[in-house]
């Protein structure tokens, strides 16, 4: 009898520790990480660059969307800001720049994240991912300034509801192509070099 009963107590936790694993609920954090950039250091760059980041965006959430009637709101990690100031940096070191404080650089950069989210639209039978991120890049020197524009969009369209991979595959791909352009451009690291000293 003890033995029947301890078996029937196992398979009832057993049983309902599937049936909760079944019922989890995906996480609400969007993991992004950078690919580092491919530019070859040149040696013969100068300047100390002070490097911050600001987020101007409405909301801190990245996506949004109803599940089961409940709306989920999505958030990034790292957080915008730090993963944007690694992404800044890590292109102007790799250019050939030195990082410095505020009190012994020669420019600043600011980059402005205006707009990073994914806007889900979902119908009975399909659903839309609309994926936007913009930037502005600000460098100040005291010869001048200079602003460069960064822009990205992406869509995707599938059946029934969206779920958060689908998400993070659109927003992932937007921002992907945000990081190659940020490493590509070299407007940024020429309006430095002439607004520097």
């Known amino acids: 009898m003890k033995f029947k009963m301890k078996s029937l107590?196992?398979?009832?936790?057993?049983?309902?520790?599937?049936?909760?694993?079944?019922?989890?609920?995906?996480?609400?954090t969007l993991t992004f990480t950078p690919a580092p950039p491919k530019a070859s250091m040149n040696v013969n760059?100068?300047?100390?660059?002070y490097v911050t980041t600001r987020d101007l965006r409405n909301t801190p959430e990245i996506s949004s969307y109803v599940k089961d009637g409940q709306l989920l709101k999505l958030s990034a990690s790292p957080e915008l800001t730090q993963l944007f100031q690694q992404i800044e940096q890590q292109d102007l070191v790799?250019?050939?720049?030195?990082?410095?404080?505020?009190?012994?650089?020669?420019?600043?950069?600011?980059?402005?994240?205006?707009?990073?989210?994914?806007?889900?639209?979902?119908?009975?039978?399909?659903?839309?991912?609309?994926?936007k991120i913009q930037l502005a890049i600000h460098v100040q020197g005291r010869r001048g300034q200079f602003t460069k524009n960064i822009n990205a969009g992406?869509?995707?369209?599938?059946?029934?509801?969206?779920?958060?991979?689908?998400?993070?595959?659109?927003?992932?791909?937007?921002f992907n192509e945000v990081v190659e352009s940020i490493y590509?451009?070299?407007?940024?690291?020429?309006?430095?070099?002439?607004?520097?000293n």
């Open 9 to 28: 107590t196992l398979g009832a936790v057993l049983l309902s520790g599937v049936l909760l694993t079944g019922c989890q609920s995906e996480p609400n």
């Open 45 to 49: 760059q100068s300047a100390v660059v």
């Open 94 to 131: 790799s250019k050939g720049f030195r990082i410095g404080m505020a009190n012994n650089s020669n420019a600043a950069v600011t980059v402005d994240i205006q707009q990073f989210y994914a806007k889900v639209n979902q119908g009975n039978l399909r659903y839309d991912i609309d994926s």
């Open 154 to 174: 992406r869509t995707h369209s599938g059946a029934f509801s969206a779920r958060n991979s689908e998400i993070q595959k659109v927003l992932g791909e937007t």
């Open 184 to 196: 590509k451009d070299q407007e940024v690291a020429n309006a430095i070099n002439q607004y520097a």
